[in-house]
């Protein structure tokens, strides 16, 4: 089956630190690979994604590569602001079969960045 | 615009009742969503609409039923929910199912059944 694992919060880190956050998949075929944020009390708004082996992307000073080697997708940050502090989803669809379409989300990261 | 719009925003809801959760979009997309999502959770797909046809229902109980009455529109009907399906309810949207479109979420109904 398909299946995301993301690194375990919650991520406490001080305001201009590097962030990263991991994130692993199982997927059967040719999956595209996405970032989520939501903010306390709101939906989740899409931060980056990729869509092919080696794509790269980035918003917002994020930025995270689809490595199908690894089968990885970690999420990183050069310096992280307090208003970066929400919940982090990695994610991905699939072609074919019943599930087309679906989105497999990982856990979830709770990410909290201090002054 | 990238906006998927919900009413209402926060639903209370007694067992025997019926209420409806609605959500919209008008930015072209074919393929929408429901997701219910308990608290630190991450969301878990409902149901899934492709071109105003149910796509996929995954193994929701009746007490949920879903409805697009055109592109832009799809509802949540609600009897006799228990309450366990408390939860935020969000709905999305993308161009297709096609697995390189991101869906875009809208901002919830924080559902609260007593």
């Known amino acids: 089956g398909n299946s995301v694992t993301q690194m375990e919060g919650p991520v406490t880190l001080s305001e201009e630190a590097f962030l990263t956050i991991n994130c692993t998949y199982t997927a059967t075929g040719y999956p595209s690979l996405f970032w989520y944020v939501q903010y306390p009390g709101e939906g989740l708004q899409l931060l980056l994604k990729?869509?092919?082996?080696?794509d790269k992307g980035s918003n917002k000073g994020f930025e995270a590569t689809y490595r199908k080697e690894t089968t990885s997708f970690h999420l990183e940050k050069g310096s992280v602001q307090v208003s970066d502090s929400a919940v982090y989803f990695c994610a991905l669809r699939i072609a074919g079969g019943t599930s087309y379409g679906k989105l497999t989300f990982g856990q979830g990261t709770i990410l909290t960045v201090h002054p | 615009d990238t906006e998927v719009t919900q009413t209402p925003k926060h639903l209370v809801m007694g067992m025997t009742n019926k209420k409806s959760l609605k959500c919209e979009q008008h930015m072209g997309h074919r393929a929408m969503y429901w997701y219910k999502q308990k608290a630190k959770k991450p969301p878990e797909l409902m149901f899934v609409?492709?071109?105003?046809?149910?796509?996929i229902n995954e193994s929701v109980p009746s007490r949920f039923s879903p409805e697009c009455p055109n592109s832009s529109l799809l509802n949540l009907h609600l009897h006799a929910l228990q309450p366990e399906d408390s939860a935020l309810y969000l709905c999305?949207?993308?161009?297709?199912?096609?697995?390189?479109?991101?869906?875009?979420f809208g901002p919830g109904t924080r559902l609260t059944v007593t």
């Open positions: 999305a949207s993308s161009q297709s199912r096609r697995t390189s479109y991101e869906q875009y």
């Open positions: 609409y492709s071109y105003e046809k149910l796509s």
């Open positions: 990729a869509t092919k082996a080696d």
